[in-house]
Structures are given as C-alpha cells and as structure tokens.
C-alpha cells in the first residue's frame, strides 16, 4: 500500500517548472477548479490536494512549464529489477498508437510483461455491474465514474454528489479485479496500466487497483527517443476474452451505446455531457436540479472530462488528429469485433449475444467490482475561505474596482469572473497586479502624471515666454514709434530743402547780374586809361568771385539733389521698416495670445493635448514670421549704420 492510499493528500500528477513557467495565467483560464493554482508568486504553482489532476493545463501551456507525472521510471525500474508483471492497456490504444495496438502487445512482452489484458473487456464488466445496479436498486440517478478527474471533482467540490456515482468501478479497476479473482497465475503479479490519463494514478491510490500509471503520451515520447519501432514487433492478442462494442468507452456516449445491448433503450434515460466547461457547469448545479425536481428523464449519466473522451486524455499524443479520423478508429475496432463476435448486422444475432453475456457472467460477480468514495470537501474548507461582503468590496477597492461599471468580467487573469479573482488575492493565491485592468489604470494614471508635469514644464515656460515677448512688444512699439519720428524728421528735412532751392535760385541771379556788373566795370575801367586801372583790378576779382559763387551754387545743388534723393528712398525703407515692425508688432501680439492660450489649455489635462498641438503650430508660425522680419529689419538698420545714406542710384 502506497502513501497516498489512506492519506487525506492526493498524489500529484501534474509538474510544474518554475523556470518556463511566466506566469502568464493561461493555465488559470483553462482550470475548471481555478483554486488550486496559485499565481501570487512569479509563476503559477499548484495545490495538488485542490487539483483535480485533469491535465487541460498541461496542452494548454504554450511554454511547456506543466507536465504530467506518471510511473514509467518505476515501472521500467522494477521490470528490469525482476519483479513480475502484467500490463492491462485502455481502449484509447487504438486512437493513440493507430494499427500497431496489437504490435504494443508483442513489445510489452519482448520486454518480459508476463500477460497483456484488455480492458476493454473490463468495460464490459463495468457495463453489466451498472446494469445490475439500476436493476436491483432503481436509484433516481446514476454518474457513472470512469473519469477519475470527475470522480475528484466530485469528492472534493461537489461531496452532495457522491451517494449518485455508481457503485461499479472503473473499467481499468474492474479489468485489474479480474485478473485477481479469474487469473490466479497472475494474482501476485504488479499491474501496470497502460492509459490515456494522469488522473488515473490517484485512482489506483484510492481504490488500491493498479500499481504504475504508464501513459500513452510518456511511452510515445520513449519510443521516439530509442529509435523503436513497435511495427518490428509481432501483433499479439490480448490474453483476456475479446471486448464487443465495451471498445467505445474511449469515446464519449461509449457507454451509453454498450449498455443499450444489456437494456435496449436506455440511451433514452442517459445524459451524455462530457467537455469543459460543460461537465463542470453541468455538475456543479446537479444536486440543486434534483431538489427542484427537474431532472425527471435520465437515469444514467455518462459523462467524461476530455470533450473527444480518453481518446484525447492528458496522456495521449495525437492531438492534431482530426474528429473524424480520430471516431473511424474507434468506430472501425467496434465493427471489427462486433463481427469477431458475429453480433453485427441490421438484425442482432440472438445466439452470439447469449454466448457475449454468457463469457461476460464468466467474469462477474457481485460485491467483487465495486468500489468506495471519500469526502475530500474539508481540503477547500482549509484552503479557502469565502470573503465577507465588506472584506470582497475591500478587495475590489484595491483592484480600483469602485463601481460596478468596474466589474469587467473579461476572464484576461484567468478566472471566470472579478469576483474569482478576489477571492483568489482574499486567499493569498493572487495578486491585484495580475488584474488587467488595475494594470490598465495604474498605466493611466502613470500616463496622466507625466501629462501633468509635462504641461506644468510647458506652462512656466509659456509664462516666461509670455514676459520675453511682452517685453519683446513693447519695444517694437518703441521702435515703431522712433521709426515714425525719424520718417517725420525726415520728410520735413525734405521740405525744407525745397526752401533751400529758391535761396539758392535767388544767390545764382544775384551772382549772375553781380558777373554782369564786373564785366562793365572792367569795359568801363578800360576806356578810363591810368585812373580806371585799379578799377579794372576790382571789378576783376569780383566777377572771379561771381564765377567761384556759380560753381559752388553747382556744387550745392548736386548735392542737395543728392540729399533729396537720399532721403527719399530713406522715406520708402523707413516706411517699408515700419510696416515690417507692424507685422512684427501684430504677430508677437498673436504669439502672446497663442502662449495664453496654452496656459489655459494646460489647466485641462484630459483634453490638453489637442489645444497644445494646435496653439503651438499656431505660436511656431507667428515666430517664424517675427523672426524673418526682424532679421529683415536688423539687415537694413546695419547696413544704413554702416554706409550712412544709400547711393542715389540704389
């Protein structure tokens, strides 16, 4: 007897590799029992005595983090070691290790197992002890119990159940009793059994049937990594009576569809439910169907954890096999012995079903095939406990969850609902941090943060932009206004040069009719002879003087020309200077207005970010412009400063 077969601690048969493992709770999600996982660490470990050891997690892991533990070292271990052996091998062979199920026989022997069993004729036994229990006691309802997942679902969440499970055991079990009680060669032979699923060890510790739980899955992975080829070994049959249609266990509705040979239309009494969700779903609200009274037509439930039933066990291979190729070989085995047993056809051979039952009442009797469940219930009692109503909206608080419009439900932590989640982070097997949505929001939050300190920073550098360029526009206005002035100044200098031409206009006749003078005063010193000489000299310098007068008056008026044209196009650059520090003027207004803009924008956080964009293209426009023109005006102003007046030519 092993340790775990009166431990209150089930066996764990699923193993968890922290180092793969990335806590990303896709395992949680695909869990029909979500508590046994615990994800408030770096990855998700397992509560073996809350897991019901169905193995979903085990595809479901994408990294390859959870694997199934079964005994296939121990089982070699002790083969090699001596100790005798017999093997008895699921109907799913045939899915698993498609037309070499036989070829398996013959290398289990090659290897010194002493005897190879179907048990697919065990669940021809099983059939017939289900039978007799709805013969003899007619019980309102029957679950049958080849699921050693369910069985565990049962005893440890749903104990209410237990007096519904059959009392018939396992296929498996009932395959390895027979060996006890009809094989006596091979009564003190360890039986290793080989299966589609990881559960069925903690059947074997439960029901003390079968010594090592050798997968499928596990001796796929061994025949592969030892380069054998089971084709190379002999097809051996098995060494119990051939199974008939007991061979569609495997399959869901498998049986249902057996036992209506025994009791022809009980498919009609029978729920055939097997799947996840719908199993968990459907038997977590049994018991309250049955006190309603609405379960008035079935009798018998045949049930199953695997949707595609043991063929696709969590230890099985094959997984891509397709649903239709997948059912032929099971469909095409039944066929194959439904004829072996001549019991095929349109019309049932009478005889050659008398001649089944009778081998099948060979190896039956009652009391030997039934079995007993444990009330596993005080495990979630001392691993679980249910939150009050304040401590759960306490929980919710800390998951930012302040409303019901909060409540997303939307399963991305794994668990079916918010309130799941709570209860797992009540139980310490969670942490908010793994919530989406808290996640989501504290992303926000930290989001908002930066938008606040970022339009903080923008808006003390508006203001400070905003003083430069008040400053910036009050000296244009001074500018302007000095530019005006000068334009003025200029203007009048301009006017007043005109008076400057008649002065001028009036010196040149002065100076011409003084030329005339000089030169009759020297005819007339002339004709004087010795008296008019002196004369003559004065009247001479006075007409050189008069000449002198005329080309400086020349002189006076080139230049005044000069002047005047100089100060004319003077006039047009001051007055184009004063229109740029207009524009200047009116765009730095704009720009001041844009960053006040800002300023008030940035006091809106949520809807800040727009406004910003548009008042900043707004404010980068307005700069540019500023800055063209005042490079423009700065150009014009030193090169006037440098070259004085431009050239009249210019």
């Not at 979500?34 to 892991?61: E, F, Q, R, W, Y």
């Not at 499928?216 to 990594?225: A, G, S, V």
């Not at 019901?404 to 668990?415: P, Q, V």
């Not at 002047?563 to 001051?574: G, N, P, Y």
Request: with cysteine; aromatic share 6%; hydrophobic share 35%.
């Amino acid at each position: 007897m092993n340790e775990y077969s009166t431990s209150e601690h089930l066996r764990p048969v699923i193993k968890v590799d922290p180092e793969k493992c990335c806590n990303c709770h896709r395992c949680i999600s695909v869990c029909p029992v979500k508590m046994c996982n615990n994800g408030s660490g770096d990855h998700v470990s397992i509560n073996h005595d809350l897991c019901i050891g169905c193995g979903t997690c085990i595809d479901a892991c994408v990294h390859g983090a959870r694997t199934g533990i079964d005994d296939m070292e121990e089982f070699f271990h002790d083969l090699k070691a001596g100790i005798s052996m017999v093997a008895i091998v699921a109907p799913a062979v045939a899915v698993n290790f498609a037309g070499k199920d036989l070829n398996l026989n013959g290398w289990l022997k090659s290897i010194g197992v002493r005897a190879v069993f179907d048990v697919g004729f065990g669940a021809e036994l099983t059939t017939k002890s289900y039978v007799e229990q709805l013969k003899n006691e007619n019980p309102k309802l029957m679950i049958s119990q080849p699921c050693p997942a369910l069985v565990s679902f049962v005893e440890i969440y749903r104990p209410q159940l237990i007096k519904y499970l059959a009392k018939g055991d396992s296929p498996m079990a009932h395959t390895v009793e027979c060996i006890r009680h009809y094989y006596p060669q091979y009564r003190d032979c360890k039986i290793a059994v080989i299966s589609p699923c990881f559960a069925k060890r903690r059947e074997f510790d439960e029901n003390g049937r079968g010594d090592y739980n050798v997968t499928m899955k596990n001796l796929d992975i061994y025949f592969r990594q030892n380069g054998i080829d089971l084709s190379s070994f002999p097809k051996t049959d098995y060494d119990n009576p051939p199974a008939e249609r007991a061979v569609l266990y495997s399959t869901p509705g498998g049986l249902m569809r057996t036992a209506e040979r025994f009791v022809p239309g009980i498919s009609s009494k029978t729920r055939k439910i097997e799947g996840q969700p719908s199993v968990f779903e459907y038997l977590a609200g049994l018991d309250r169907s049955i006190e309603a009274g609405c379960n008035p037509y079935y009798q018998l439930v045949d049930c199953l954890n695997c949707d595609k039933g043991c063929n696709r066990g969590g230890g099985t291979v094959n997984k891509d096999l397709p649903l239709d190729e997948l059912e032929d070989l099971v469909e095409s085995r039944a066929r194959a012995r439904r004829e072996q047993w001549n019991t095929g056809g349109n019309k049932p051979n009478k005889g050659a079903l008398k001649k089944l039952e009778k081998t099948v009442n060979a190896f039956w009797k009652p009391g030997i095939y039934e079995r007993a469940y444990q009330d596993r219930s005080s495990v979630v009692e001392r691993f679980i406990k249910e939150p009050t109503n304040e401590e759960l909206q306490q929980i919710y608080i800390s998951m930012g969850k302040h409303s019901k419009s909060d409540i997303y439900n939307c399963g991305a932590c794994g668990y079916s609902s918010c309130e799941q989640m709570a209860v797992a982070i009540f139980n310490g097997l969670n942490r908010r941090e793994n919530c989406h949505h808290y996640v989501m929001d504290l992303a926000n939050q930290d989001h908002e943060k930066e938008i606040r300190e970022a339009l903080n920073s923008i808006t003390e550098a508006v203001r400070s932009g905003t003083e430069a360029l008040q400053s910036n526009v009050r000296d244009l206005q001074e500018i302007k206004h000095i530019n005006m002035l000068t334009t003025d100044g200029i203007k009048e200098l301009n006017t007043k040069m005109n008076g400057i031409w008649d002065i001028v206009g009036i010196i040149n006749n002065v100076a011409d009719q003084t030329k005339i003078i000089a030169f009759n005063a020297e005819l007339e010193a002339s004709s004087s002879g010795e008296a008019g000489k002196n004369f003559h000299i004065v009247a001479t310098e006075i007409r050189r003087l008069s000449d002198t007068i005329l080309d400086s008056i020349k002189e006076i008026k080139s230049v005044i020309d000069d002047i005047q044209r100089a100060s004319k196009r003077l006039i047009l650059d001051s007055e184009k200077g004063t229109k740029q520090i207009n524009t200047s003027w009116e765009n730095a207004k704009s720009l001041e207005k844009g960053f006040g803009n800002i300023m008030a924008s940035s006091k809106g956080v949520e809807s800040a970010g727009d406004e910003i964009k548009s008042q900043v293209g707004k404010v980068a426009s307005a700069g540019e412009s500023i800055f063209s023109n005042i490079d423009k005006l700065t150009q014009a102003v030193g090169k006037f400063s440098k070259n004085g007046a431009p050239d009249a030519e210019e």
